[in-house]
T-cell receptor, first 111, second 115 residues
Framework: RKEVEQDPGPFNVPEGATVAFNCTYSNSASQSFFWYRQDCRKEPKLLMSVYSSGNEDGRFTAQLNRASQYISLLIRDSKLSDSATYLCVVNKGPRDDKIIFGKGTRLHILP | SAVISQKPSRDICQRGTSLTIQCQVDSQVTMMFWYRQQPGQSLTLIATANQGSEATYESGFVIDKFPISRPNLTFSTLTVSNMSPEDSSIYLC????????????FGPGTRLTVT
């Protein structure tokens, strides 16, 4: 099993729709979870951290299921500017500052 | 989050030569990292740049090929030595955030093409 696994997409979604991405991770000892966004030819940028209780930031909701080792990202009322690659990121283990990136899910918002 | 700059932003180099990439941060940071992102791939950690001691390399990466310096808490360099076309990639430095949650912030990257 890969350390961090994501559906590569692409997801082609009409503007205004809701879209959800999932990610699974293999190390049950991982403690920190993130979603990053990467635009074409740009560096990854932190979108949001994912907390055990779930968290919301505007149109974005992230959830963590530790039992299933599963992370999700929900984008509501999608905008054209949401088109990007979304990277699921997990830290390697307890007290480990190294992080592992999934290969990313490409999202295209269609006008 | 810290402001991170990298130089050069891009370069085209001939095989067999070396290129040194600089990473400058606007504040002191404890942890700095170097990554590679090959075309169409996700990020792979090359090494952790340690201030005052040798860098810690990940499996598959060696100091002779990717020497790293970290002379202080705001600056690091990565050298790609004896380059081949397979080294064509984007090289990114990152720093550990201050919130204590393992989040990292990235420089804009250096796009390297080896001919």
């Amino acid at each position: 099993r890969k350390e961090v696994e994501q559906d590569p997409g692409p997801f082609n979604v009409p503007e205004g729709a809701t879209v959800a991405f999932n990610c699974t991770y293999s190390n049950s000892a991982s403690q920190s979870f993130f979603w990053y966004r990467q635009d074409c030819r740009k560096e990854p940028k932190l979108l949001m951290s994912v907390y055990s209780s779930g968290n919301e930031d505007g149109r974005f909701t992230a959830q963590l299921n530790r039992a299933s080792q599963y992370i999700s990202l929900l984008i509501r009322d999608s905008k054209l500017s949401d088109s990007a690659t979304y990277l699921c990121v997990v830290n390697k283990g307890p007290r480990d500052d190294k992080i592992i990136f999934g290969k990313g899910t490409r999202l295209h918002i269609l006008p | 989050s810290a402001v991170i700059s990298q130089k050069p932003s891009r370069d085209i180099c001939q095989r067999g030569t070396s290129l040194t990439i600089q990473c400058q941060v606007d504040s002191q940071v404890t942890m700095m990292f170097w990554y590679r992102q090959q075309p169409g791939q996700s990020l792979t950690l090359i090494a952790t740049a340690n201030q005052g001691s040798e860098a810690t390399y990940e499996s598959g990466f060696v100091i002779d090929k990717f020497p790293i310096s970290r002379p202080n808490l705001t600056f690091s360099t990565l050298t790609v030595s004896n380059m081949s076309p397979e080294d064509s990639s984007i090289y990114l430095c990152s720093v550990l955030g201050l919130a204590g949650g393992h989040e990292q912030y990235f420089g804009p990257g250096t796009r390297l093409t080896v001919t």
